[in-house]
């Protein structure tokens, strides 16, 4: 990300959390904006055109699910929104509002600076409209142009839903996905309410892909949430 | 001698609850007087002007000036509520406005003519109960009533003046007012004052006017009602003696029995009855004696029910007892219950019958023994009512006929078999036999028709002349005579046993219903379940619907969870529940409180009072008039009324002990919090002061040591927080818990992962059954369970040794372990191990504040499940919880075609 300086906007209203991203991202070659309220942040989004946004949901003044709706409906910029544990509800809110990803507090520098770098390559890749026509994560390596999915060595055979979830997840990989969001795409509008089609489909999806499905390398839970495609 | 001494502290005690009833309640003055005209209003509108001018805040709810201007001259100064107008088939009527006085509250109300019938659609059926209610509000009542209202006289004014009065007003209400003020005028001066037209005389009183405002009447009437008066005088001097503990000569402990049966006239008895009563000062109680086999006339019954509920207005207990001899059962009750007096009515039916059948008085008079049995005049009913037979089995009179003409024609063919051979006596014998079968097993009619037909049969085919129905031996009239005699009989006594089998058979069936009930509210835990037990006992033993209502946090009734459809309960229906609850009475359809209302609503109460309301729906609702019906189902509404207050005040005692125990759980909070959030923040604070201050100086190990315990202790302090929240939430009862199906692979991975480098020490191995199904549970709390389970079983075992996880499908459930094969479980702490604050005796130094298993049973707990902890018999701890599998997965999953990706 070193390229162009992306900017990036910050609102969070705690002056501790800002000084310590500001020391944190001061190594990086960024453009830090901050913002204490979700009213300058709306302002500041509009006028900087950021690149990134790091957003908490707890605000002073209004609720961070507002302020990604009322950015979407202009931007597409990758949000990332940073809240508590036991805000899940939340967080699947604000995701399905528009937001791209999440980070739980307490977090590392490294975990967040590998969120932000997965959101900014992935608006980067749908800003040039070119999608990589091979995948390659850990053991997994996807053909996307022949259909054709591997793990290691051997050719692993998934039947057509199957490849729906797994394509649908590589389009976003390395992002969260809600449950809703999963559905939606691979199932169609009318089945956001049938979780549990998705969880047995990833479980079998899970059997297929990863060497240890009960300790998932690639097909990440992300609890009460949804589902990550982890990329190396 | 009237002797001075101490009152009994039970008077006493009697004495204080009355004054204290007496000081919420509003006072009742009435003016009474002995008929229209002697200026009962005149006097109350006086006196109240009086008390206004005393600055008394006094109004009138309603006076009736009946267009004579003195009274609205009285009138005019004084603050008038309005009135309520009725739509009554095209007529509009005003009436007093209940609700306007309660709202207005003034201290004292003016209501004119307490006898008054209100309209119908009014909230009671009867003025005085509005009375009732104002002074249950603590308002005082002023009002007006004439002697031939009142209950007890009714008959003797009917008597006496031969009008009928139809509005009466319960004696208890005269006695038990405040004050009482007679309004008297001599007969001459009334009847002055009625020729000079000052009286008003409503229409239909104009015509029994003549009748009516005879000097004779006049005097008479008179008579009454400075003797009612003079009667509660004395009444209230016996009670001043009582209170200054002066002695005076006690009946001692005289009881009567008023007998009545089932016709209108028993009214009188009880009339009478009550007049005894009051005279002697004693206890009485009203018995009617049911005959079993005999149906009441729908009339007679109404009658009864009438009876039965004046002679309880009056003050009366009353009974219903059921038996063959109704002399006998009388007896037997009296001489249970210490009766000291009988009062009967005179028979009424022909002298023939008590010379055929002995008769019940001449029986209850010879039985009497120590016992006085007065006999009283006329037209009342002594014991037995008019009834119309019933066959005990009336459900297959054409089965038994059919079984009648099958026994006969039995008979006819083995009397024609033997006919050749044996005499024609065996014959007759056989038929008897045969009339004797079908008088034991069948009703009286067919048993006459069988009888009737042998006896034609045997004389057509077997006796001579044959063929004929002649006879030409006359003493065969006595064989047919004796068969006629012995089925008549033989049906009588069967009919009276099955009867008397029947009747007990009724009692057995009250008896188990009634034992079922308190049997199943005796298991009872919570509210839920006493609604249950009642709704399902009163459906099977009446048929009806149930809610029980019951006041709320607010004060206000609401129904108890789980409510029914019907009775629905609107505005109308709570407003009667209300009242029933409030007084503590029944009300609604049957009863003579709101009986427009759609159920019958039961007070229910227990020992500290009313705590709720039963609200009973039924198609046939009339039939709880009976007294046996709803002596039964005021019998199931204490029994629920009890159970219902037992596991309220349970519930409450839970309450009080959760509180107890929650404040223990905040004083040992507060006491760990203090230690396991100091010691990270004092590593935390320690390395970061001295990386700032001698940053330069120390060897980068050192400096990299001092950040990893840096990290490595917020971490802590971050999962002891997470600990602590839900700790909390699981105490407070607000964990959310979402449950969705799923599989148990989930939470188990994630937790996996997240625990990260805490398991490096442990491998972990995960052995989930091949055919697990999927699991409805909060995935979330789960992984909660699943790292602290490890994280204990890190904490607890020397590093190295395996740590397995294992999920095995059970029937309803799923059983999820996690053995490790460390020191195991301290004896006889497995149940310990799960309590707050608990520690392993031999604690680590990274120990944690011991919540981990508590909250983790409390997740389980809270989606249903149960948790426990054993020890492996070849070493090491299991921790086993279960996740009840409870309904079916939202719906199958679509099918996908079998064919895989290329």
New interface residues.
Partial sequence: MADLAPVILLIEDEPEMRRFLRAALGTESVQLVEAATAREGLAQAAGRKPDLVLLDLGLPDGDGIDVTRRIREWSGVPIIVISA??Q?SDKVAALDAGADDYLTK?FGVPELLARMRVALRHAARLASGKDEPIFVSGDLRVDLGR?Q?LVGEKEV???????KLLTAMIRHAGKVLTHRHLLKEV?GANTA?????L??YM?QL?HKVEKD????RLL??E??VGYRLQVS | MALSSRPRPEDLLEKIRAEEARAAKGLLKIFFGANPGVGKTFAMLEEARAKRAEGVDICVGLVETHGRPETAALLSGLEQLPRRTVEHRGVTLTEFDLDAALARRPTIVLVDELAHTNAPGSRHERRFQDVEDLLAAGISVWTTLNVQHLESLNDVVAQITGVQVRETVPDAFFDDADEVELADLTPDDLLRRLQQGKVYLAEQAELARDRFFRKGNLIALRELALRRVAERVDAQMRGYMRDHGIREIWPAGERLLVCVGANPAAARLVRAGRRVAATLRCDWIVVHVETPGTALRESDREALVETLRLAEEFGAQTVTVTGHNVAEEILSYAAANNVTRILVGKPTHSLWRDKLFGSSLDRLIRGSGDVDVYVITGDAGEGEPRVRRVAARRSMPWAEYGFTLLIVGLATALGWLVFRRLSVTDVAMIYLLGAMVVASRCGRGPSVFGALLSIALFDFLFVPPFYTLEVADLSYLLTFGTMLAVALLISGFTLRIRQQAELARERERRTAALYGLSRDLGNTRSRDEVVKAARQHLEDSFGCMVQVLAPGPDGRLGALEPIARVPVLDEKELGVADWAYRRAEMAGAGTATLPGANALHLPLTGASGAVGVMVVASPDIERFQEPSQRHLLEAFAGQVGVALERVTLAERTQQARLEVEAERLRTALLSSLSHDLRTPLSVITGAASSLRERGDQLAPETRRELLESVLEQAQRMNRLIGNLLNMIRVETGTLQVQKEWQSLEDPIGVALIRLGDRMAQHPVKVNLAPDLPLVPFDAVLLEQVFINLLENAAKYTPPGTEVEIAAEPAPGAVVVSVMDRGPGLPPGEQDRIFEKFYRAPEVLPTGGVGLGLTICRGIITTHGGRMWAENRPDGGAIFRFTLPIAGRPPADLPLEEAESLR
């Fill in positions: 544990r036991g899940e307490p259909r999915v055979h998934l039947t057509p839903l199957e490849y199932w309410d049938q979780r549990h089609y969880r047995v479980t899970r499905p009960t300790r998932p990440l839970t609890p009460g």
